[in-house]
């Protein structure tokens, strides 16, 4: 087979890898690669050095540039000028081979052997390149992770312009921690004690009530005729209001539920008054975050949050109310509680 046959073929081999990469970031590349297809080595050597001179170049034409020199030149017989090439190809990427399906085998073979040169050079450069890519990684993820926290802060800012903080100042009045039912505990807002020493009064008020019933349904009255001394034919009567005898054990036993019932409640009562005393305040301040009516549309500038002072009412809390009002025997007493 003839030496321009073997030229041709090789070329047409080259052909889908320069299509690859017609993509080149300088367009001179391109052309330089055109050329080195054509067979113009001469030219390519010149060109390439002379553009490799100029600088400004990404690495990846770079090390085209140098590839299509260092293979110009060794087509050319100049070896020291394709070790040259070769050698700051190598350089430029330590881990760089050609494809014996494009390239030659004896330019393959020249580049293993400069490899096995240069072997612990470029262990060394792979050594270097693993590090900048890994500070160039560790670079990348801070930067990413900076971003994020500048979003998360805009994004907090932005909410917080569209939200206003809103004080409430809750004012309790003093005498409701002398009401019993747990009226003192309702009002702090200590909800659950409340409802147990509202229970626990109710149910010994009731048992007191219903003994005190109980006990005054086991009375009995009965008149009694007496000798008027006064007129001895005449008679004085009088009305006597007693427990008979046989409902003695009853009336021991209500009297002493109602009894017991009572101090209980008394007992009770005390206690829920001094610890309504004991945790009692003036007033109470709470603060809680609101959307503002006029909140602003999303932006992506800080703005500043706004305080105010309210002193209206937040949701409905648990609280009592005494009233009194006037009977048909005097005057009585009332305890409501709001839940």
């Known amino acids: ?10 070329l047409l081999a080259l052909a889908p890898a320069a299509a690859q990469a017609q993509d080149s970031g300088d367009p001179e590349v391109a052309a330089l690669r055109a050329s080195f297809e054509y067979g113009k080595y001469a030219e390519v050597l010149d060109r390439a ?23 110009a030149a060794f087509n050319l017989g100049r070896k020291e000028d394709a070790t040259r090439h070769l ?11 050609l494809d014996p399906f494009v390239v030659p085998p004896p330019a393959v073979a020249f580049l293993d052997a400069l490899k096995q ?14 590090l900048r890519q890994e500070r160039e990684k560790a670079a990348a993820e801070r930067r990413e992770r900076e971003r994020l926290e500048a ?26 921690n002398f009401v019993p039912f747990g009226a003192g505990q309702f009002q702090q807002g200590r909800t659950s004690l409340g409802v147990v020493f509202a229970a626990v009064e109710g149910a010994l008020a009731v048992t007191s009530i219903i003994s005190f019933f109980a006990y005054e349904s086991l009375f009995e009255e009965q008149t009694v005729l007496l000798d008027n001394v006064l007129d001895p034919d005449g008679q004085a009567s009088l009305r006597v209001r ?13 009297q002493l539920l109602k009894l017991s019932s009572a101090a209980g409640f008394y007992t009770v009562y005390a206690l829920g008054a ?5 945790h009692h305040e003036d007033q109470v301040i709470r603060t809680t975050v609101e959307p503002r009516a006029d909140a602003p549309a999303p932006a992506s500038a800080p703005a500043s949050v706004t305080l105010r002072n309210s002193s209206r009412t937040e949701a409905p809390k648990p609280s009592a109310r005494v009233g009194l009002y006037r009977t ?4 009585g007493a009332g305890l409501t509680l709001f839940f």
Do not use: C
Request: glycine share 6%; net charge neutral.
């Open 274 to 278: 001094v610890d309504a005393l004991y």
């Open 49 to 71: 050095g002379s553009r490799i001179d100029r600088g400004d170049l990404g690495e990846d034409d770079l090390v085209e540039l140098h590839k299509l020199a260092g293979l």
């Open 151 to 176: 979003e998360v802060a805009r994004r907090r800012a932005e909410e917080m312009a569209r939200q206003v903080t809103v004080r409430t100042v809750e004012k309790r009045n003093f005498l409701v």
């Open 117 to 130: 040169e240069m072997s612990s050079e470029l262990e060394f450069l792979r050594q270097e390149r693993r």
């Open 242 to 254: 007693y427990i008979p005898t046989n409902r003695r054990r009853q009336a021991d036993t209500w």
């Open 1 to 10: 087979m003839s030496r321009g046959l073997l030229l041709l073929l090789w």
């Open 87 to 97: 050698r700051a190809l190598l350089r430029l990427d330590p881990d760089y081979s």
């Open 328 to 331: 048909s025997g005097g005057l």
